[in-house]
């Protein structure tokens, strides 16, 4: 049953510091999207990638956060520094044809 | 632009009892529509799809949706409750020619009670 990986799956970390979290879509999808989720922003798309090339990146905020798909079967999202409004569980999905398969999430704690 | 309307944030049902949440979107053609559920602590789990066809679809853990151009709705039901049913419910519809974006609903948290 192939699945989306994420890594870490939990993160502590102090304010300024640099964060980085991977995934791992499923083999032969195209697609590869970030979210965050927030109780009080809900589920927000960050940036997306069609065949490893980025697609849209408005979602980021542009001087902190960078994503990139160094090959197939790794993608990774930054925060450097990171800051407590940063505070969320992050999703990675991968997908074919709009269907999407999340990842179980990364939950960041800046403090 | 496509939007996503969840009109019932909240949703209280007994185990057992029927359950239908609402969906609402706004978008020029017949759209893709899909309808997630995210259990605590969980990613989101694809529930079922409509592309074309049959306007009823049938998902896992025994839901259904059905297709209604003439209102612009795309309802989940399912007709008997469990309590694992408890969940975060996200209706969402594909956005053309972007690369397979969804544009996300809210959400509608379903509690059930014994």
């Known amino acids: 049953d192939a699945r989306v990986t994420q890594t870490p799956r939990h993160k502590v970390t102090e304010m300024g510091q640099e964060v980085t979290m991977r995934c791992q879509p499923i083999?032969?999808?195209?697609?590869v999207f970030w979210y965050r989720q927030t109780m009080m922003q809900g589920l927000e798309l960050l940036a997306y990638f069609r065949n490893r090339a980025p697609l849209d990146d408005s979602g980021m905020p542009k001087d902190r956060f960078s994503a990139e798909m160094p090959d197939a079967t790794l993608a990774t999202l930054k925060i450097q520094p990171s800051e407590p409004r940063d505070s969320a569980v992050y999703f990675c999905?991968?997908?074919?044809?709009?269907?999407?398969?999340f990842g179980p999430g990364t939950r960041l704690t800046v403090t | 632009a496509q939007s996503v309307t969840q009109p019932d944030i909240h949703i209280t049902v007994s185990e057992g009892a029927s359950l239908e949440l609402r969906c609402n979107y706004s978008?020029?053609?017949?759209?893709?529509l899909f309808w997630y559920v995210q259990s605590p602590g969980q990613g989101l789990q694809l529930l079922l799809k409509y592309f074309s066809g049959d306007t009823l679809v049938q998902g896992i853990k025994g839901f259904e949706a059905e297709f209604k151009r003439s209102q612009s709705s795309f309802n989940l039901r399912k007709p008997s409750v469990h309590w694992s049913d408890a969940a975060e419910y996200f209706c969402?519809?594909?956005?053309?020619?972007?690369?397979?974006?969804?544009?996300f609903g809210q959400g509608t948290e379903l509690s059930v009670k014994p």
């Open positions: 083999l032969g999808h195209n697609t």
């Open positions: 978008y020029g053609a017949t759209p893709y």
């Open positions: 999905a991968s997908g074919r044809d709009y269907e999407q398969y």
């Open positions: 969402a519809v594909g956005v053309p020619n972007q690369g397979g974006k969804l544009i």
